[in-house]
């Protein structure tokens, strides 16, 4: 360890990250980065095939966004928005932004990152159902294999169960029905159409038994980001809504991961036609320079808050940071730049390209089972045989292992450890020629592994 990762590990706790392993292996820096490079502080150049932690869409060291960045701290460094205080930037980004979002929403509450976005989403749903004197309504059904953050409510919602254990979570409202996995649990003859169907009566099935009148909102990712890139299956969210209709229960859209482009979309609503009542999104909104989230409600939503108010007074809700100035104008930049770039449609046809090169090369390989994903989001499932379903035994940690050969051939990739998968989601501004790069160096990596193991 140098004096710099001596010190790392001995003052910091850093979050996701085994901290018995840590305090011997330590940290690796990463010193700089300009557009789909990291160099880390041995002078290692890396291409970040994971654009951080899926969110620098832009790529890295972009001057427009230090440029916003610092016009707006000469400007307004900071001002509160408590109170109905406001400031231009935040103003312009609301009414841009509004403009994107699916129809129906009306209204954004702006914070600092995707657990706070959801977070603010649960309690107002919670004060909703006040006003709305069913003080019963109030449960959430989350899905297991979500990620939708760590706080004390979003690591409830989140549905992997180390975010739970010795946390003592879930919260006692925040319920879990059965992942869209299909993949993993779809049963042997069974169409993805039939197994959708079988999810959704599953769903009514939780919602019945506890009651629909204690249910308030079910909260889902368009396509599963951190518990592994899990496109839904065919007519999944058709059936999903149509049980949501039917008991009068809020849809939550988690765009954190999907939202601004990744799938080739602007939203994943839009690419499923889901009709969200509330929908959160961050990260790629500022490609991770500034921490921001914004949330959006439905107007029936904010009338049901404008009744708040005159009932209770003030809407009590929100963060120091809210509408922060600077970060409004790196959203601006940023948006800017995915509109005069053709990000979004660059990561529907450079992701498809990216998709197409992960099948071909591991088409005859009996050690990968399936290539997941849509646009420039994409999981690869190892198994030890899938012409046995033959899965990898837990203390193999193939995903860690391939990801670390990954590390040392130049490619960060995020491994999925409890799935034995790889994840990618690089950045939008990726060309065919970086997908070749981002693929020789994972295939190669993958093979070397694989012949040590198998
Ligand atoms: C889908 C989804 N929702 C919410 C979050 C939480 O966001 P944050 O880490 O900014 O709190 C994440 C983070 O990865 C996410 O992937």
């Given at each position: 360890m140098t004096h710099l990762t001596e010190l790392d590990a001995s003052t910091i706790l850093h979050p996701a990250t085994n901290a018995d392993d840590f305090s011997r292996s330590g940290s690796k820096i990463i010193e700089s980065g300009q557009g789909i490079y990291l160099r880390d502080h041995r002078g290692k150049q890396l291409i970040d095939a994971v654009a951080g932690l899926w969110c620098v869409n832009v790529g890295y060291g972009r001057t427009e966004l230090a440029e916003a960045m610092h016009k707006a701290a000469l400007e307004l460094s900071y001002y509160h928005t408590f109170s109905g205080m406001s400031n231009t930037p935040q103003i312009e980004l609301a009414e841009r932004l509004l403009d994107k979002v699916?129809?129906?929403?009306?209204k954004v509450f702006f914070g600092s990152g995707g657990s706070d976005g959801n977070d603010s989403l649960l309690k107002i749903i919670w004060y909703i159902n006040n006003i709305r004197d069913r003080p019963q309504k109030k449960k959430i059904i989350s899905r297991w294999q979500a990620y939708h953050g760590t706080s004390v409510a979003t690591a409830s919602l989140t549905g992997l169960p180390s975010f739970h254990t010795a946390f003592?979570?879930?919260?006692?409202n925040i319920l879990h029905t059965e992942s869209p996995d299909f993949f993993r649990y779809g049963l042997e003859g069974e169409t993805q159409q039939q197994f959708s169907m079988r999810r959704a009566r599953q769903l009514e099935e939780l919602i019945l038994e506890q009651g629909a009148d204690t249910v308030a909102a079910f909260i889902a990712e368009p396509v599963l980001g951190a518990g592994g890139v899990v496109t839904p299956p065919v007519g999944y969210f058709e059936a999903i809504q149509r049980v949501l209709k039917r008991y009068d229960i809020l849809f939550i859209v988690d765009e954190v991961v999907c939202g601004y482009g990744r799938l080739g979309k602007w939203f994943g609503s839009e690419l499923y036609d889901l009709k969200p009542d509330m929908m959160t999104t961050a990260k790629a909104l500022t490609s991770g320079y500034f921490p921001y989230s914004a949330s959006f409600v439905s107007d029936e939503i904010w009338q049901l808050i404008k009744q708040g108010s005159v009932k209770y007074g003030n809407f009590a809700h929100g963060y120091t940071y809210a509408g922060h100035p600077i970060g409004a104008a790196v959203a601006m930049a940023n948006l800017d730049i995915i509109e005069t770039e053709n990000l979004v449609e660059n990561a529907a046809t450079v992701g498809a390209y990216f998709h197409s090169q992960l099948n071909q090369r591991f088409a005859n390989d009996s050690f990968v089972a399936e290539v997941r994903g849509t646009g420039m989001i994409a999981a690869v499932q190892f198994v030890k045989d899938k012409n046995h379903a033959l899965f990898f035994d837990k203390q193999d940690k193939i995903s860690a292992k391939i990801a670390s050969q990954c590390y040392e051939n130049g490619l960060i990739s995020r491994p999925l450890p409890s799935l034995d998968s790889m994840a990618f989601s690089p950045p939008l501004i990726c060309t065919t020629k970086d997908i070749d790069n981002i693929v020789d160096r994972f295939e190669h990596s993958v093979r070397s592994v694989m012949f040590e193991e198998l």
């Open positions: 699916p129809n129906g929403l009306s003592d979570l879930p919260l006692n």
